[in-house]
């Protein structure tokens, strides 16, 4: 059986469920796990076998989903009636003690907010499924348990930043709701480590030391946040939003995703995306570097000290700088580029190479002490200036 006909087959057979999302979710599983055994070295045919008969596939889906609708009815109805309520799991840590937090290998949405008290609160509902544990009491991991299908990992790369994620399990991928919360206290110096297959990183109005983000399959959201070092987020599949964010240096990856921008200060911003679409608004920093294999890139209010890098391969570039930078350097294969520099062209010397469009630089830019390089193989550049 080709993957054409297997994915045809799993939508016809889920087709009852009226949640179409759910069953997108579904069918880009399969199909992922299928390119991924392809590119392990199978045929198209023996890696559609080895999912196993489809029908098979297809009766275990829909009693996961039977399950949970049932189970979603019988706890709305114990709420109703005062009945038994789900056992929360809660951890409670000094964090002077426990130092860094690791999320690591699970299938469920993780949220990072402020702690009402002084300690650091790890919560999570009890389903068996994860286990936590302390190390040398300074290092705290919550994980997959035993009794989760785990289905392997995988790499990915992303302009030489590399990634080794797990892959999405499909007792995760079908369980809904799924979620771990962790308080933090104002000012707590902890640094947080997140690593899943499968749900999206939420973290709101927290103050830590660093924060390093893996996803798979599910996307980034940051606001308010202070970190005394690094934020790092990477997702293979998801879009990354940061507003009112500062820390020492933010890297942010995204294999299939959007990135924005909002509020942003560090020192250095790095952003890689292999296909998606960066909105860059009111960001303050020494260094801006954004490499994008195919998307526009559209950068205003920008206070760059040292230097602006824009690397696209196919995409239009708009940028708009709020005060000079030393060195501005933009180079893309197929694209337009629109360029507002901040004060008279006397300050900057502007270079521009075009194989196949035009190109417009207004008034004198030569001879100044900031430098400006634009390339493009195929598009316009246009150069100006404000006040």
Not at 36 to 51: H, K, N, P, Y
Not at 116 to 127: I, K, N, R, T
Request: one cysteine or more.
């Amino acid at each position: 059986m080709s993957k054409a006909e297997f994915l045809d087959k799993l939508c016809q057979g889920l087709r009852f469920q009226t949640d179409p999302d759910e069953i997108r979710k579904v069918v880009s599983f399969y199909d992922q796990s299928i390119e991924d055994r392809m590119e392990d070295g199978m045929s198209e045919e023996d890696a559609v076998a080895a999912l196993g008969p489809i029908d098979s596939i297809i009766r275990e889906i829909r009693e996961v989903w039977a399950q949970e609708a049932a189970g979603r009815t019988r706890d709305s109805r114990e709420a109703a009636g005062g009945g038994e309520e789900s056992e929360t799991v809660r951890w409670d840590f000094d964090p002077a003690v426990a130092r860094r937090f690791e999320i690591f290998d699970i299938s469920a949405d993780v949220r990072l907010s402020p702690s009402p008290d002084g300690l650091v609160h790890l919560e999570y509902e009890e389903s068996g499924r994860w286990s936590c544990e302390v190390t040398d009491g300074s290092v705290v991991t919550i994980r997959r348990g035993p009794g989760a299908r785990g289905q392997g990992r995988f790499d990915f790369d992303i302009f030489g930043m590399k990634f080794t994620l797990p892959k999405p399990d499909l007792d995760g991928l079908l369980r809904k709701g799924a979620c771990v919360s962790l308080l933090l206290p104002a000012f707590s110096p902890v640094e947080v480590g997140v690593n899943t297959p499968f749900g999206d990183l939420t973290a709101e109005r927290v103050k830590l030391t660093s924060l390093s983000v893996k996803l798979a399959n599910g996307g980034v959201q940051l606001r308010e946040i202070d970190a005394e070092e690094k934020i790092g987020a990477a997702t293979a599949n998801g879009d990354v939003s940061v507003e009112r964010v500062s820390a020492a240096d933010i890297v942010l990856s995204a294999a299939s995703g959007d990135v924005e921008l909002r509020e942003v200060s560090a020192g250095g911003i790095c952003l890689n995306i292999a296909s998606g679409d960066v909105d860059a608004r009111t960001i303050s920093c020494v260094s801006f570097d954004v490499k994008t294999a195919s998307g526009d890139v559209d950068v205003e209010d920008v206070d760059i000290s040292e230097k602006l890098s824009v690397i696209t391969v196919s995409g239009d570039m708009d940028l708009k700088l709020r005060h000079p930078c030393r060195c501005v350097e933009l180079d893309t294969t197929s694209g337009d580029v629109d360029l507002e520099l901040p004060g008279p062209g006397s300050l900057y010397t502007v270079v521009t190479r075009t194989y196949t469009g035009r190109t417009n630089v207004e008034g004198n830019a030569s001879g100044g002490p900031d430098l400006v390089r634009v390339k493009t193989l195929s598009g316009d550049v246009d150069v100006s200036f404000r006040g």
